[in-house]
């Protein structure tokens, strides 16, 4: 199964990652014992090429059955996160979402090496309070091209890519602030209302390229991402149960949902709402 993750390096990304991760060293090793004595090179379709410069180490038994391709901003990142998967096959994009004309390209080359893509998760995120007032044109795009149209880009290169027969599912990462808006985030939170409009009157015809597509909007989860709500409110934590009764939700907990999400077989084109008791 051969993962593309987006915002792997942090907060519900990171925890989506080590979620999958810990599910796949929970395979008995009776399969990733089988697994190392019948696989010759062509029996081990997961495993990349020795010689592939892109992928990070993969010394030691993996079971057969994840590998991975991960993209981020940082060189750095990427290398932690690439030492974080060994022993499972991971390649590493270094992108930056805000310009989705590089994807092309570069996802392009990386494709031409690589599995199919079964499961692609969208985390990658940032948020941005400003007054609208303040708002630069700039500064909107980018939240743009990160929030919706580099996720538009990489599925297209990706379905270029594949065959009809082969199922690709996708998770994207939404917020509930699409939908019931905060203090001077509208550009963060109108960004996200495009991806969800996107991932529900897009969703029939990706579904004819044999691509599900459904959106997870969680509402306030502790990850950095909070950092500025945290220096403008010190007792945050305790505040947001004001209006979010559950109080905080872990990443961990909102990575479990995402992963329900992204194996369901009975949608496509629909907003998994995961609210923390938020009314919207
Ligand atoms: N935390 C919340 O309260 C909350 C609530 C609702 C929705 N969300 C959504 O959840 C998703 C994950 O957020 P998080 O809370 O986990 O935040 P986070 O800890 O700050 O992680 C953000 C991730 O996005 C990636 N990213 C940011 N800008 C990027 C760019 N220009 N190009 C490529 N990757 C970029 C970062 O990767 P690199 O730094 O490695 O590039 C990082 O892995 C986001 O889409 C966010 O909008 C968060």
Redesign the pocket.
Known sequence: MHYLL??????????FLELLLKQAAATPASSAAAYTAASTPAEAPAAAPAEDPAVAPSAGVAPPNLSLTV????AS??HE?QTLCAPYPCRGLC?????PELIEPQLTELLATAPPVDRVV??????RIEAVTKLRYAQNL?MM???YL?LVELLRVLIAHKSVEHQTKVV??????ATTGAEHTVS?STA?QALETFVRHGAPELLAENVWINA????????????F?RLIDRNFATNVRKIQPLG??S?QA?AHELAALLESTCCTGTIRYVNGGMRY
């Open positions: 987006t915002g792997a390096s942090s907060g519900i990304g990171r925890a993209l981020s901003r940082s990142k990427l996160v992108l930056d979402l805000t310009q969208y985390c990658a995120g940032m948020t980018a091209n990160l929030s580099s994207v990462v939404s917020a509930l602030a963060y996200k997870l909007a969680p509402s306030y989860v502790d990850t950095p991402m909070l950092k709500n905080l939700l990443p909102v």
